[in-house]
């Protein structure tokens, strides 16, 4: 355990926060127009975790097989967490989109298992970077939205029609990213699915 996985794990740690504040927020006594600020500085502590633990591991030579598997898993957790929240409350976001995420996620996560398990660590690609670049924008744009819906200056209906909008799109470029990290790694998931037949 280095100290850039410690702020890896740190985001796992933070991400049922968005959950608890965003669906409870009137039970823990926060005003709607507060709901905003308090889930962007969430996000935005998650995400200079994210930024900080790479150059930790750079900077110290700490970059390691378990800071593979264990900063991607936690992206999926901190981002997959919000949109599944998001498909509550007044955001209403498509279930079934949102599931586009947790399945991509869940396949090329067991893809990495199987793979580690026979002592082969597959690193990120540059499009998942870029994938997880583009869920973190469309998060911080509806994030960023809902201070002029709850100021009553952005109506519900444009609100969730802009929130939808990018969701699809992060949504079909999260696809294309898996066909590019499979195509990659064809080899070690070809060898790793015929030892386990």
């Not at 669906?23 to 935005?44: N, Q, V």
């Not at 298992?113 to 469309?138: I, N, Y």
């Not at 470029?173 to 064809?186: C, E």
Request: glycine fraction near 4%; charged fraction near 15%; include cysteine.
């Amino acid at each position: 355990m280095s100290l850039a996985n410690y702020f890896t794990i740190s985001r796992i740690l933070i991400s049922p926060a968005f959950p608890l504040v965003y669906l409870e927020y009137e039970w823990l006594g926060i005003s709607i127009k507060f709901l905003p600020y308090i889930m962007l500085t969430l996000f935005c502590l998650c995400e200079f975790s994210d930024l900080i633990d790479g150059i930790i591991a750079r900077k110290r030579n700490q970059v390691s097989d378990l800071g593979k598997i264990l900063d991607p898993m936690a992206d999926s957790i901190t981002r997959i967490s919000l949109f599944l929240t998001f498909t509550q409350g007044f955001i209403g976001l498509p279930l079934m989109l949102v599931l586009v995420f947790l399945y991509r996620d869940f396949i090329i996560s067991t893809l990495r298992t199987l793979c580690a398990l026979r002592g082969v660590a597959l690193a990120a690609r540059f499009s998942g970077k870029v994938k997880a670049v583009v869920q973190a924008c469309a998060l911080f744009l509806i994030m960023f939205l809902m201070i002029p819906y709850t100021m009553g200056i952005l109506s519900l209906e444009t609100f969730r029609q802009v929130c939808l909008a990018a969701v699809s799109i992060t949504a079909i470029y999260t696809i294309i990213s898996a066909g590019d990290y499979l195509y990659a790694n064809r080899v070690y998931v070809k060898k790793a699915l015929s030892s386990i037949a």
